[in-house]
């Protein structure tokens, strides 16, 4: 008998998360994305997809692959996940982090969820479908990309610079970090879908005094400005804005839960929501936190430049009102120097792909209802959404009612439920069919 999709995602799933790719943020220790862009290869091999692998630097991997659909003539749909993680210290965990050990229903390992559940049951579908003959409805285009964790420059971002004819025509994709459940009631379970991701601005403060000796009086101290500076910044409260998603989610929450939510008073709201408030509490306002402090060389040297980072998340469509209100926070005296800059993405929760998500889940969860969200973090879906494409965040799992799911992210004894991973295969193969 042949092997299907939902026999074989789990042990796709755990010699992923057996391939250490933890990116450091370092290039010299960053060295698993190439191991695990070859397993993916060697499973492509095995089905007869065509694929490139285009490295952006020494082992830092990016693996694309195109499946024709029987349409070509329409837009593709861009399909992706990262095979990266971030760090993982055993000596935290309950279990060794690499081992892609399965015990009480759940395969464990840094990246379970974050996301090599997801490039597992993206592999065990396409690899179905070209054992049993099947053409997609339209272009399936598959990207397994380095460097999600630390920036994106060496992935979805080189991809986008160098690589994109390989993403023609993408008009759509689905990637992390949506399409998990929500229990409300044993009848009802809301599925995230992400569809709107904060921007990031990743800005250093440098403040410039006169140098001097340590021991005389000095009243023009960099290290003094700068301190000021980073103090009302870190303080200061950006104030309550609803964006057009966080509008929508709020109004099919209110309905879902049966609890009236008055959009315009978010903050009552968030209160109400119990733990899908963790979720929303960064998405209403911006934020600024400073996260880095660099200054001075010797004890008694009053150096002549200080400087921070600050990281700082926008609301879509808040990228001027932000950095007006930052401005005067900070005060003139002290440059802002743009780091790393990411705008915010946002599309409508609307359309025949979103349908097609909303009956692929009921048909394998009759209690399922999707509400589209906005995530306060950020993905690949920034580099992609560049090209025009509309990003939606889409891994779907089918989540026991007390797992602390967002707890796991980047969190310690990271697993997914084994029945989750399955389940997420049959719902990713329904989609893809009917859409
Ligand atoms: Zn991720």
């Known amino acids: 008998m042949e092997t299907t999709a939902a026999e074989e995602v789990t042990g796709i799933c755990r010699d992923l998360l ?47 692959a195109r499946i024709p659909g029987a349409d070509r003539s329409r837009g593709a749909l861009l399909v992706h996940g990262h095979l990266d993680v971030v760090p993982a210290d055993p000596r935290e965990w309950s279990v060794d982090p690499f081992s892609g ?15 090599k559940d997801f490039d597992a049951m993206i592999l065990a579908v396409v690899r179905e479908w070209s054992r049993t003959g099947y053409v997609p409805p339209r272009d399936v285009v598959l990207a397994f990309t380095a460097d999600e964790e630390a920036g994106m420059t060496y992935g979805s971002e080189f991809l986008v610079r160098k690589h994109r004819d390989l993403l023609d025509g993408c008009t759509e994709a689905i990637g992390e970090v949506g399409g998990y459940s929500y229990t409300v009631n044993d009848d009802l379970r809301l599925y995230l879908v ?33 301190a000021e500076a980073v103090a009302r910044v870190g303080r200061h409260r950006f104030p309550v804005v609803v ?27 968030v209160a109400k929501l119990g733990p899908i408030a963790n979720l929303i509490g960064a998405t209403i306002r911006n934020t600024a936190n400073p996260t880095r402090l660099e200054a001075g060389y010797k004890d008694n040297v009053i150096p002549g430049r200080a400087s921070a980072t600050i990281d700082c998340r926008t609301l879509p469509g808040q990228d001027q009102a932000f950095l007006a209100e930052l401005r005067d926070v900070i005060g003139p005296d002290v440059e802002i120097e743009h780091n790393h800059r990411q705008p915010a993405v946002e599309t409508e929760f609307g359309g025949p792909l979103v349908e097609a998500m909303g009956a692929a889940l009921r048909a394998e969860d009759p209690g399922a209802r999707t509400i589209p969200y906005l995530m306060s973090g950020g993905t690949d879906a920034k580099a992609f959404a560049t090209l025009g494409i509309r990003c939606f965040g889409f891994a779907p799992l089918r989540l026991p009612p007390d797992l602390n799911f967002a707890a796991l992210f980047h969190g310690i004894d990271e697993r997914v439920p084994v029945e989750g991973l399955k389940f997420g295969v049959r719902v990713l193969d329904r989609l893809l069919r009917t859409s």
């Open 243 to 269: 964006t057009p998603t966080v509008r929508e989610f709020l109004r099919r929450v209110g309905d879902a839960l049966g609890i009236d939510i008055d959009p315009d008073d978010p903050e009552v709201a």
């Open 194 to 226: 992400q569809t709107a991701e904060k921007g990031l601005d990743w800005l250093r403060l440098h403040a410039t005094g006169r140098p001097g000796h340590g021991s005389f009086i000095h009243d023009d101290n960099a290290v003094t400005a700068l």
């Open 18 to 64: 057996r391939i250490d790719t933890t990116n450091t943020g370092d290039q010299s220790t960053t060295v698993g994305e190439r191991v695990a862009a070859e397993y993916v290869a060697a499973k492509l091999d095995e089905a007869g997809i065509a694929y490139e692998m285009h490295e952006s630097a020494p082992r830092r991997a990016n693996l694309v």
């Open 101 to 115: 050990e399965e015990k009480d229903g759940y395969l464990w390992g840094r990246g379970a969820i974050d996301m």
